[in-house]
């Protein structure tokens, strides 16, 4: 049990933390993932080289643009919330990448892919800081999350390997369907709702300068 304010507490933090901990792998999972089946891609698409870089580019892009704002919007409107929507756009996006039918049609859903793993990670951050509020264990939980971060970067690698040689590279995408329900399952019902009252009021032009600036720079 960790304190969380006056008269609050949440059961099962270890729970918590493996829910936001796999929300978070799995936006570096699918990155890594994809990098491996890029070939198979291009092969079954006939495309350019510049073609399949950028299913790598647009989600990169789209996702370093988006996380600040995200992790913004998440502390004002609910962290549990904005984790859970992006959730379902991860999901939802990760089918119209398994059923694109041309790399154009492949790496703008890769767009919204990215986007949405913004809206993933930043929350699943946030959720994590906000249920270990000791020293002691928040290190050890940050720890954890270093961990399970590293383990799944070097297993992204077998794993597309596994997919492009045995299912077809549309399961690279198609895979995240199950692992997203299995996330909005757990963080239904593990993780209480939770949003800074101190923010101040979001910045629609700040965020829009923002976000172009880093899509400039990335």
Known sequence: MTD??????VANPSFIL???STGCALTVLDTNVVAIILPTIARDFRASFADVEWVISTYVLCFASLLLPAGAIADRF????????GIAAF???SVLCGVALSAKALYLARALQGASAAFLLAPALAIIGHAFHAEDERNRAWGIWGAFMGFTMVLAP???????????WRWAFHINVPICI???????????????????RLDPAGI???TASMFGLT
């Open 4 to 9: 969380l304010a006056p008269g609050r507490r």
């Open 18 to 20: 493996l829910t936001a």
């Open 78 to 85: 609910g962290r549990r919330r904005i984790f859970l929507i």
């Open 91 to 93: 999901a939802a996006s």
């Open 158 to 168: 077998v794993i597309g390997g596994l997919i492009a040689l045995n299912l077809g």
């Open 182 to 200: 299995l996330l909005v399952t757990a963080a239904a019902l593990l993780i209480e709702e939770s949003s800074d009252a101190q923010a101040r």
């Open 208 to 210: 829009v300068f923002f």
